[in-house]
């Protein structure tokens, strides 16, 4: 029996393009998206704003809220998610036994690195972006995508996998 909605989670370490691409796939597949930065705490954003990594404490109940939030979207066909989602246990914080479909954005450090620096106004800080390699724990299943492409081509990449 196939879902009647379609739930797409966006991971990946800052810097990777993840709101692009959402942002992309929720014009062409008329789902809203969400960037799961957004739903942060004031506490999780000032600890991020001051250069601070988070601790799986701080993120558990935001990745719970995003759970809530993905499970809510269901009645109404779905959504797409941007998240890091770094760690198996988030994604499955976050997939919550949903039929999930995963793409996850890999990039070379110095080219993330140079998008960061070049970002306005964003609390993540690029001097974070070790700290993200790190924690990251490589995913065996979903899409992995290069970003060492256009918008476009990541965005018919992504099209693609969703269609199968």
Partial sequence: MTANYQLIIITGVSGTGKTTLGTSLSEKLSLPFYDADLFHPKEN????SNGIPLTDK??????????????????????????SSLKESYRKILAGGNDIKWIHLKGDRDL???????????????????????????????????????????????????KK
């Fill in 112 to 162: 993330i690195w140079d998008r960061m620096k070049a970002r306005k106004n964003h609390y993540m800080k690029a001097e974070m972006l070790d700290s993200q390699f790190a924690t990251w724990e490589e995913p065996n299943y979903g899409k992995k995508l290069s970003i060492d492409q256009t918008p476009t081509e990541i965005l018919e990449e992504a099209l693609d996998y969703l």
């Fill in 45 to 48: 954003v000032a600890k991020m």
């Fill in 58 to 83: 701080d993120r558990q109940p935001w990745l719970e809220s995003l759970a809530s939030k993905l499970e809510e979207s269901k009645k109404s066909g779905g959504c797409i998610l941007a998240c």
